[in-house]
């Protein structure tokens, strides 16, 4: 018997809901994790895939339950916890990283859908100490306050560079605006670009200038 054991019993018979131990936490994250006691998801291998990503720059191979997500194979496989775990429903923006160059929610997609695929998170952005214009740029803007949703906010920012050098338009360009030059990043676009991640912080006009000094 473990010693949290006849804690979570004592607590039990209180009425009370016992707090689940971490690595009931994570197994209920990833049902394929195995328990330290054997327990674990009893299926075989049919629900499993094995796959390669390059992450970062270095090729990554695992086998995978088919439900798990790109976000919790980032923090949970390979333990790069930048990419956070907001509202799970891609709605939040906490989680983005970069996946061939577009920047995508990472809780919405299925690892074994991107299978050969390149993620870069907020952990290979930089280049070794020598940080990225845009994590620069926030830190000098102090564009950010508890920090949590700032990995995603980075990540996107730089796809939204990306976007606009190759002349995507979004809901604020002009419709007069040529659309095979690189788009202009006024307050307007970058708000409206950015518009995907949250803050409840509020940093959002830091955010805003931060961006701005890279794209200018």
Same mark, same amino acid.
């Given at each position: 018997?473990?010693?949290?054991?006849? $804690?979570?019993?004592?607590?039990?018979?209180?009425? *009370?809901?016992?707090?689940?131990?971490?690595?009931?936490?994570?197994?209920?994250? @990833?049902?394929?994790?195995? *328990?330290? @006691? &054997? &327990?674990?998801?009893?299926?075989?291998?049919?629900?499993?895939?094995?796959?390669? $990503?390059?992450?970062?720059?270095?090729?990554?191979?695992?086998?995978?339950?088919?439900?798990? =997500?790109?976000?919790?194979?980032?923090?949970?496989?390979?333990?790069?916890? !930048?990419?956070?775990?907001?509202? @799970?429903?891609?709605?939040? &923006?906490?989680? =983005?990283?970069?996946?061939? !160059? *577009?920047?995508?929610?990472?809780?919405?997609?299925?690892?074994?859908? %991107?299978?050969?695929?390149?993620? =870069?998170?907020?952990?290979?952005?930089?280049?070794?100490?020598?940080? +990225?214009?845009?994590?620069?740029?926030? $830190?000098?803007?102090?564009?950010?306050?508890?920090? %949590?949703?700032?990995?995603?906010?980075?990540?996107?920012?730089?796809?939204?560079?990306?976007?606009?050098?190759?002349?995507?338009?979004?809901?604020?360009? !002009? +419709?007069?605006?040529?659309?095979?030059?690189?788009? +202009? $990043?006024?307050?307007?676009?970058? *708000?409206?670009?950015?518009?995907?991640?949250?803050?409840?912080?509020?940093? %959002?006009? +830091?955010?805003?200038?931060?961006?701005?000094?890279?794209?200018?």
């Amino acid at each position: 018997m473990k010693w949290h054991e006849p $804690l979570r019993a004592e607590v039990t018979r209180f009425g *009370r809901t016992p707090k689940p131990t971490p690595s009931e936490r994570l197994l209920h994250v @990833d049902p394929t994790i195995r *328990r330290e @006691d &054997g &327990g674990g998801d009893p299926r075989g291998t049919a629900d499993r895939s094995a796959l390669t $990503l390059n992450v970062n720059g270095t090729e990554q191979t695992l086998t995978l339950d088919h439900r798990t =997500t790109v976000l919790d194979t980032l923090r949970h496989h390979l333990g790069l916890t !930048g990419a956070k775990k907001g509202c @799970d429903h891609g709605q939040c &923006g906490a989680c =983005t990283v970069l996946v061939d !160059g *577009r920047r995508a929610n990472s809780c919405l997609l299925l690892a074994v859908a %991107y299978d050969g695929a390149c993620i =870069t998170t907020i952990e290979g952005l930089a280049d070794g100490e020598r940080l +990225h214009p845009l994590q620069q740029a926030f $830190l000098d803007r102090d564009a950010l306050q508890c920090g %949590y949703c700032t990995p995603g906010q980075v990540c996107s920012a730089v796809g939204v560079l990306g976007e606009a050098a190759e002349g995507f338009p979004s809901h604020a360009t !002009g +419709h007069d605006a040529p659309v095979t030059a690189p788009a +202009h $990043l006024d307050a307007a676009e970058i *708000r409206e670009r950015m518009s995907g991640n949250l803050c409840r912080c509020g940093a %959002y006009p +830091h955010i805003v200038e931060a961006i701005e000094d890279v794209a200018s």
